[in-house]
């Protein structure tokens, strides 16, 4: 019951915001906050609970849906080792997400709702085990993200969010092509049968039916060159959306690439997994070099994450259990430090209302705590030991370097162009001359934003100096798929 109410709270929660009377539309925010501290407490409760040594899934909730023909559609959801440390991260940035929102003031029922709607949404895809239940929550997320892109965003809202929305749709055609190729095979949906079928029949070999799943997936991961939405949807979004999209969003396409793909047909990605670590120390190069050559803090960020998402695919291409806890290490970290660095830029643009970098300089003089934010974020974006990066970034290597020495070699090289873009952003962002058209800027100054702030970089720091914590949950699970794996 607990799964379903982490699904259903936020979209009950959302549809009591949309009937707040008029004058009482500036309390939406209360609403939205009460539901996220709800879900962040009871995901919370959820992962103390989870017994990582227990085999199968766990919370599992089973309901026969829909009968169509010999399908048997279910309200089927469970979490295990993979699946739980995303919810708890949805959640987190949820919450997150809400308190960096407290100062919209346009149409406040709409913005909240939708944020909790995409919330919903999210936590269904991760904990969802019928394909066809996964499949409606993937595609639920798409109509709140156009929404609170194209409305509350800025810039070239509208283009972004139509960018965003015909990119995911487009992967999705091809994720849906490989899933009813699969189901109509095995005769189920339910991803638990699915994991032990032996697909002999298929309608399109198997290899093709990976590659379409694998694309559907990457386009969400985004790996290049497949992630030209990314930085359009980054630029023009608010702030927390680009906290939800960076942190929860892009983990759906690794989640998916680890529970459709290497999971229901292993000995194909046997046949992938060299492409799979290819393609993964590529994007983390043209990520590093591209993001070298922007000039807007949002987009560089955005980059960045193209990278940082090559190493979750270089991991997973492996196939060992390192490399398949590094690569969901790496989603939680990136999930967290990239929603911190875009909470502090997001503080600053309130205050300068540019994010160009030629025009910025000095800041840190002027918002010291918000320059001591940022620095912190790149600090843990660029890996630096004892914080959640370096150790996802360590486990990566350590599980590829046995089979794809080349391909963790090219990717330390985008590790250091990190350090290299991430340091040159914060001298001329935070550092240098003092320009004295921001004298008048002010700092932090609402608990909501010292919350947040404190929040996530205090998880930073746990996950970095204490990774059991995660790594007790997550490994047991990748354990038992990578011996799968060998069979």
Same mark, same amino acid.
């Given at each position: 019951?607990?799964?379903? %109410?982490? %699904?259903?709270?936020?979209?009950?929660?959302?549809?009591?915001?949309?009937?707040?009377?008029?004058?009482?539309?500036?309390?939406?925010?209360?609403?939205?906050?009460?539901?996220?501290?709800?879900?962040?407490?009871?995901?919370?409760?959820?992962?103390?609970?989870?017994?990582?040594?227990?085999?199968?899934?766990?919370?599992?909730?089973?309901?026969?849906?829909?009968?169509?023909?010999?399908?048997?559609?279910?309200?089927?959801?469970?979490?295990?080792?993979?699946?739980?440390?995303?919810?708890?991260?949805?959640?987190?940035?949820?919450?997150?997400?809400?308190?960096?929102?407290?100062?919209?003031?346009?149409?406040?029922?709409?913005?909240?709702?939708?944020?909790?709607?995409?919330?919903?949404?999210?936590?269904?895809?991760?904990?969802?085990?019928?394909?066809?239940?996964?499949?409606?929550?993937?595609?639920?997320?798409?109509?709140?993200?156009?929404?609170?892109?194209?409305?509350?965003?800025?810039?070239?809202?509208? &283009?972004?969010?139509?960018?965003?929305?015909?990119?995911?749709?487009?992967?999705?055609?091809?994720?849906?092509?490989?899933?009813?190729?699969?189901?109509?095979?095995?005769?189920?949906?339910?991803?638990?049968?699915?994991?032990?079928?032996?697909?002999?029949?298929?309608?399109?070999?198997?290899?093709?039916?990976?590659?379409?799943?694998?694309?559907?997936?990457?386009?969400?991961?985004? %790996?290049?060159?497949?992630?030209?939405?990314?930085?359009?949807?980054?630029?023009?979004?608010?702030?927390?959306?680009?906290?939800?999209?960076?942190?929860?969003?892009?983990?759906?396409?690794? &989640?998916?690439?680890?529970?459709?793909?290497?999971?229901?047909?292993?000995?194909?990605?046997?046949?992938?997994?060299?492409?799979?670590?290819?393609?993964?120390?590529?994007?983390?190069?043209?990520?590093?070099?591209?993001?070298?050559?922007?000039?807007?803090?949002?987009?560089?960020?955005? &980059?960045?994450?193209?990278?940082?998402?090559?190493?979750?695919?270089?991991?997973?291409?492996?196939?060992?259990?390192?490399?398949?806890?590094?690569?969901?290490?790496?989603?939680?970290?990136?999930?967290? %430090?990239?929603?911190?660095?875009?909470?502090?830029?997001?503080?600053?643009?309130?205050?300068?209302?540019?994010?160009?970098?030629?025009?910025?300089?000095?800041?840190?003089?002027?918002?010291?705590?918000?320059?001591?934010?940022?620095?912190?974020?790149?600090?843990?974006?660029?890996?630096?030991?004892?914080?959640?990066?370096?150790?996802?970034?360590?486990?990566?290597?350590?599980?590829?370097?046995?089979?794809?020495?080349?391909?963790?070699?090219?990717?330390?090289?985008?590790?250091?162009?990190?350090?290299?873009?991430?340091?040159?952003?914060?001298?001329?962002?935070?550092?240098?001359?003092?320009?004295?058209?921001?004298?008048?800027?002010?700092? !932090?100054?609402?608990?909501?934003?010292?919350?947040?702030?404190?929040?996530?970089?205090?998880?930073?720091?746990?996950?970095?100096?204490?990774?059991?914590?995660?790594?007790?949950?997550?490994?047991?699970?990748?354990?038992?798929?990578?011996?799968?794996? !060998?069979?």
């Amino acid at each position: 019951m607990e799964l379903s %109410i982490l %699904i259903f709270l936020p979209a009950i929660a959302a549809a009591v915001i949309l009937l707040l009377p008029q004058r009482f539309e500036q309390n939406a925010k209360w609403v939205a906050l009460v539901t996220a501290a709800a879900m962040f407490a009871l995901s919370i409760q959820l992962f103390f609970r989870f017994d990582p040594d227990a085999s199968g899934y766990q919370f599992v909730e089973r309901r026969s849906w829909v009968d169509i023909g010999a399908f048997n559609l279910q309200y089927f959801v469970g979490v295990d080792g993979l699946s739980l440390p995303l919810v708890v991260l949805t959640t987190c940035l949820t919450l997150a997400s809400v308190l960096v929102s407290f100062s919209i003031t346009h149409r406040p029922r709409a913005y909240f709702a939708c944020l909790l709607i995409l919330a919903s949404s999210v936590v269904g895809v991760f904990v969802s085990l019928d394909l066809m239940l996964f499949f409606l929550f993937w595609e639920l997320e798409l109509f709140p993200m156009y929404l609170l892109i194209s409305i509350w965003g800025s810039g070239r809202r509208e &283009y972004s969010a139509t960018k965003f929305v015909l990119y995911t749709i487009a992967g999705s055609a091809f994720m849906l092509i490989g899933i009813l190729v699969l189901a109509f095979d095995a005769r189920t949906f339910d991803i638990e049968q699915l994991a032990g079928a032996e697909f002999r029949d298929t309608l399109l070999p198997l290899g093709w039916v990976f590659f379409l799943l694998f694309v559907g997936f990457a386009v969400k991961l985004p %790996i290049v060159p497949l992630h030209t939405w990314l930085p359009d949807a980054h630029s023009d979004a608010p702030t927390a959306v680009s906290v939800m999209l960076a942190g929860v969003l892009l983990k759906m396409g690794g &989640y998916g690439i680890i529970r459709l793909c290497v999971t229901l047909m292993p000995e194909v990605a046997h046949d992938w997994d060299a492409w799979m670590a290819g393609i993964g120390a590529f994007s983390v190069l043209y990520g590093g070099f591209i993001t070298l050559r922007q000039t807007d803090v949002k987009r560089l960020i955005a &980059y960045s994450s193209v990278s940082h998402m090559g190493l979750v695919l270089l991991g997973i291409g492996a196939l060992g259990s390192t490399g398949l806890t590094g690569a969901t290490y790496q989603m939680l970290a990136h999930g967290l %430090i990239t929603g911190l660095m875009f909470v502090m830029i997001g503080l600053m643009y309130e205050r300068t209302h540019t994010r160009d970098i030629a025009r910025l300089g000095g800041l840190a003089r002027q918002m010291p705590l918000i320059a001591t934010g940022m620095v912190f974020a790149g600090m843990a974006s660029l890996g630096l030991p004892a914080l959640a990066g370096f150790v996802a970034e360590v486990t990566v290597f350590l599980g590829a370097f046995q089979r794809f020495e080349w391909a963790v070699l090219a990717s330390i090289i985008g590790v250091v162009l990190s350090a290299g873009y991430i340091l040159w952003m914060l001298q001329r962002v935070m550092f240098g001359p003092v320009r004295h058209e921001w004298d008048e800027l002010h700092d !932090q100054r609402h608990w909501w934003e010292h919350t947040v702030v404190g929040g996530l970089a205090a998880l930073v720091i746990l996950l970095g100096v204490y990774p059991a914590l995660i790594m007790n949950v997550v490994e047991p699970a990748m354990t038992t798929l990578a011996e799968r794996l !060998q069979v």
